[in-house]
Every structure is written in structure tokens, then in C-alpha cells.
T-cell receptor
Framework: NAGVTQTPKFQVLKTGQSMTLQCAQD?????MYWYRQDPGMGLRLIYY???????DKGEVPNGYNVSRLNKREFSLRLESAAPSQTSVYFC????????????FGDGTRLSIL | GIQVEQSPPDLILQEGANSTLRCNFS?????LQWFHQNPWGQLINLFY???GTKQNGRLSATTVATERYSLLYISSSQTTDSGVYFC????????????FGGGTRVLVKP
């Protein structure tokens, strides 16, 4: 039982390059989330998908797009990477949007030069 | 805005010591989770505890929803307990968004 799987684990980009971070869960969860964690801070919500076919902005959505490909997969895209997007990105899932615990992947460390 | 405040920000313990971490939040919660972020950056679910008390081995947690705080107890600490402990809450008034506190950084010395 893999839980939440993120790929890649590490990536270095140049400013202006594009990149898609992949996330898949095998727990049959309805809701999925993308967070970023900057050094010394807690996580902040970028986008979420309450259910297949829906996506909504979180706290820090600027510069990102998402796609809920199917119930299992939720991808995060940086169209034109900027140094301010250097961060660790976490994907999470939960059975429903509220009143259920969220389960996190191991993160993707992204550096933008 | 929503406030999730954790204290203390840093904690140094001798192996075998007990400690209490606190999380205060500013509104009624639907969901409260405690996480341990280990030195490799992985976020480990410790407790899902919007109210009441739970125990898992040397760790236990209590949430008093009416007074808007939660406590995480670590007993007989071990070096593997080192890392950052995060409290995160879902406040219904904020659209069910999980909001993280700033964390408590714990170092357990042998």
C-alpha cells in the first residue's frame, strides 16, 4: 500500500522553464491537495480538488495550475518557473473534503536557479 | 484571519525526558491533526484529533475544542523523536482549508 506517491523527488530548473509535478494516491480518496513548504515554515495550500472534476484555489495559487486527471491523480504545473517558487512541494489526499485526516506524500524538492 | 500558534518554537530535551507541546487556534475546528516532520522531510501523521484524547505508544494528544487548544505529550523521549512537530486545523468558517501552525522544533540529545 503506497499511499500518496509524488514524482520526481528532486528537480532543478532554470528560471522560465516549465515543469509538472505528479501525484497519485491508491486509497480511493475523493479529495486531493497541493501544498508548498518554505524553509522554517509550515505548509501553505496552493490548490485543492474536492472531488474528481473540480479544482479550487488555496492560499497561494499564483504561478501554478493544476489538473485532476482522474480520481487517483492530481498534477501541479509551473508554467514559467521563478526563483520564488523554490520550495518543497507536498501532495496530500483525504477521503472527503472535511472531517477526515489528510495523508501526505514524501514531497518534491524543487530548486529554481 | 485564522491563527494557529504553536509553542514553544524550539525545545531541547535530554533522552528520557517528557515534554508537552501546545497548539492554540482562533476558531471552531472540524479537523485537527498533529504531524511529525522527520529530519528527512517526511510528514508523518501522528493524530487526527478534533476533540478528546488519544494515545499511541509514548505519544498522546488532547484537544479541548471549546477552549481552542490542543496538547501533544511526548513521554520518555528518544533521539528518533527529533524533528519538527506541526499542528494543523480545518476551520469550517475558512472553507475547510487545512491551516498549519509554525511548528515546534524538537531536538532530543542522547
Amino acid at each position: 500500500n503506497a499511499g500518496v506517491t509524488q514524482t520526481p523527488k528532486f528537480q532543478v530548473l532554470k528560471t522560465g522553464q516549465s515543469m509538472t509535478l505528479q501525484c497519485a494516491q491508491d486509497m480511493n480518496h475523493n479529495s486531493m491537495y497541493w501544498y508548498r513548504q518554505d524553509p522554517g515554515m509550515g505548509l501553505r495550500l496552493i490548490y485543492y480538488s474536492a472531488s474528481e472534476g473540480t479544482t479550487d484555489k488555496g492560499e497561494v495559487p499564483n504561478g501554478y495550475n493544476v489538473s485532476r486527471l482522474n480520481k487517483r491523480e492530481f498534477s501541479l504545473r509551473l508554467e514559467s518557473a521563478a526563483p520564488s517558487q523554490t520550495s518543497v512541494y507536498f501532495c496530500a489526499s483525504s477521503l472527503t473534503r472535511a472531517n477526515q485526516p489528510q495523508h501526505f506524500g514524501d514531497g518534491t524538492r524543487l530548486s529554481i536557479l | 484571519g485564522i491563527q494557529v500558534e504553536q509553542s514553544p518554537p524550539d525545545l531541547i530535551l535530554q533522552e528520557g525526558a517528557n515534554s508537552t507541546l501546545r497548539c492554540n487556534f482562533s476558531d471552531s475546528v472540524n479537523n485537527l491533526q498533529w504531524f511529525h516532520q522527520n529530519p528527512w522531510g517526511q510528514l508523518i501523521n501522528l493524530f487526527y484529533i478534533p476533540s478528546g484524547t488519544k494515545q499511541n505508544g509514548r505519544l498522546s494528544a488532547t484537544t479541548v475544542a471549546t477552549e481552542r487548544y490542543s496538547l501533544l505529550y511526548i513521554s520518555s523521549s528518544q533521539t528518533t523523536d527529533s524533528g519538527v512537530y506541526f499542528c494543523a486545523v480545518v476551520i469550517k468558517a475558512a472553507g475547510n482549508k487545512l491551516t498549519f501552525g509554525g511548528g515546534t522544533r524538537v531536538l532530543v540529545k542522547p
